[in-house]
Every structure is written in structure tokens, then in C-alpha cells.
């Protein structure tokens, strides 16, 4: 006990000569078009010692709309021999929730919009020093810019008021890692293209194809020219039996980028499967020329179709 009050009194110490966010920096968001406060209403689960991560993610896992709890988390993410829980296990076990793990970029100001857009965040810490590592998941469910607060629920105290400059401190140590967990409804408003699309594409690993064609189409409808959500699109309607949707999705994907042999192939080998041989060979043959010998499957693809077109005559 006393070993850690002395280290706390050391990190008191250094966070008082750190640098300090100062208010025209706090005001400069607020000029870009944050507002001033904001606040989150989640449920809260006071934390057990070492369950940190457990109890954020429950809280974060249960305002999205998932029936969970702490406790029952706890086999999927606690890991006893650390004492704690690493980020891979925390993004697994939302993404098994059906929910989409969306890894923000590392900007103070990216959070602060989630936060401003009605999402909590949920961050990791770490609270201690570089020789007394005390990592620790919280999450933040709101803030007040002209009072210099951020405000989290963390540990047993829900909306506990932070100093943002001590929460940028402690923040900062763990590379500013935060994640943001929403239904694949919903977008974050800081999303980028390629990064969500391959956060809805972990769906596919686990068969959650219903949760994997949500969000794609919800990455549609705010990238229309996407060529990788469309081909997602068309192998998640593959995968439920939906030819018609598929094909559909793969001329979006050929629309978006003509020279794309993955969306050319997928095209084909879904016609083909439909019996549309003359329109599938096309598209077989397109994909063959754009991979230039360096997509196999390209080429066994056309092989099928002359195959099929062969003994159809």
C-alpha cells in the first residue's frame, strides 16, 4: 500500500508539470464545431479489482442494445495471468456480439466528436508511471470544454469529473486507444472508409453474415463508391443463399471500379452458378485480363464457364 500511495504521489506530481491543454485550444474545438458540454447516458457497472475491461466494455456492449453484463464477459476478455484484458480481446468479443469495434483515430478531437454525436467511448489508460504500469479501461460519456473536464465512468465512480489535461496524460500512454461500439445500423461520425469496412469484414470470420450485410450497406449509404463494401455486400448475400442480391452487388462493385478483377470475377462466378453463361464469360474474361496471370482464381473461374458453356452446346 505504501509502495503504491508513493508511486500516485509521484504521477500527481508529474501530471502537474505537464503540459496543460490551454483554453484557446479548448475554444478552437469549440470554433470547429464541437459543442461546448456534452453527455452520454449509459448504464453503469461499478468495476471489480483487475475487471476493468469487463465492466467498460459490458457498459458500452449494453447501451448499444445488447443484453450482457459484466460477469458474463468476464471468460471472454478477462485474461487471470495478466490481470486484465488486452484490446484484441476486447474488439473479439464485441464484434461476437454482433456490434461493430471501430478503432478511432488517436485525436483527442475524434473522441470528442463521438462523444458530441451521442456515442460513448471507451478508452484505455494507463494510470500509472513508465517503471508502475497501471493499465486501465474506462469510458468516457462526456465533457464540459470551459470547465477543462472530461468525464468517464471508471472504476466504482460513475461520471467521475477528470481534468482533461490529466485524462490526455494518462490517455496518451496507452497511444490514445479508444473504441468506439455501435450496432452495424450506425456509423461513427469519424469513420473512414477502408477502416470501418474492414471492421464489419471481421463479421465474415465468424458467419454473422445478417450483422456483416447491415453494415456494409450501412458503409453504402455513406461511401455509394465503394468497391470493397459492395463486393462485402455481395459475398455477404452470397453466403445467405440471395444470388439475385449478390449479382446485383457485384455490378455495383464493376460500376465502381471497371478495372477491378476481384469485382469482375465475383460477377462472374455468381452468373455462372445462375446459369447465365454468355454474360458470366464476359466478366470471367475481364477479370482474367485485368489480373494479368497473378489472380489464379480468375482464371478458374473462366475455365469453369468455357467448361459449362462447352457442354451447354
Keep these: 500500500m505504501l509502495r503504491a500511495r508513493f508511486a500516485l504521489g509521484l504521477l500527481l506530481l508529474s501530471l502537474a508539470g505537464c503540459a496543460a491543454l490551454t483554453p484557446a485550444q479548448r475554444q478552437a474545438f469549440i470554433d470547429h464545431g464541437l459543442p461546448a458540454t456534452a453527455m452520454v447516458d449509459t448504464p453503469f457497472f461499478p468495476q471489480e479489482q483487475h475487471q476493468c475491461g469487463p ?37 473479439a468479443a464485441t464484434r461476437r456480439a454482433a456490434r461493430v469495434p471501430y478503432v478511432l483515430q488517436p485525436e483527442l478531437e475524434v473522441l470528442l466528436r463521438e462523444v458530441a454525436a451521442g456515442h460513448p467511448v471507451l478508452v484505455l489508460q494507463n494510470l500509472g508511471l ?29 461520471a467521475e469529473r477528470l481534468s482533461l489535461n490529466t485524462f490526455i496524460f494518462t490517455w496518451r500512454r496507452s497511444h490514445d486507444w479508444a473504441l468506439v461500439v455501435l450496432p452495424p445500423t450506425e456509423l461513427p461520425v469519424a469513420a473512414e472508409p477502408l477502416a470501418y469496412v474492414k471492421a464489419v ?13 447491415q453494415g456494409y450497406r450501412s458503409a453504402l449509404a455513406r461511401w455509394p463508391h465503394s468497391v470493397v463494401a459492395w463486393l462485402g455486400l455481395g459475398n455477404a448475400r452470397y453466403a445467405q443463399g440471395n444470388l439475385s442480391g449478390a449479382v446485383a452487388a457485384f455490378r455495383h462493385a464493376v460500376a465502381a471500379d471497371p478495372v477491378s478483377a476481384a469485382a469482375q470475377n465475383n460477377l462472374a462466378s455468381v452468373l455462372l452458378e445462375q446459369g447465365r453463361l454468355d454474360e458470366a464469360l464476359t466478366h470471367a474474361e475481364r477479370a482474367v485480363a485485368l489480373g494479368g496471370g497473378r489472380w489464379p482464381e480468375a482464371q478458374q473461374t473462366l475455365d469453369e464457364v468455357k467448361a459449362r458453356r462447352h457442354l451447354a452446346h
Design 201 to 213: 469484414a471481421g463479421f465474415e470470420r465468424l458467419r454473422l453474415w445478417p450483422a456483416a450485410e
Design 55 to 91: 465492466a467498460a466494455l459490458a457498459t458500452v456492449l449494453v447501451w448499444s442494445g445488447v443484453h450482457t453484463s459484466p460477469e458474463a464477459l468476464t471468460d471472454e476478455v478477462y485474461l487471470p495471468g495478466r490481470e486484465g484484458s488486452l484490446q484484441i480481446e476486447m474488439v
Design 130 to 158: 513508465s517503471w508502475w504500469t497501471r493499465w486501465h479501461y474506462a469510458v468516457v460519456v462526456g465533457y464540459d470544454l470551459p470547465d477543462n473536464v472530461m468525464i468517464l465512468n471508471s472504476g466504482r465512480q460513475r
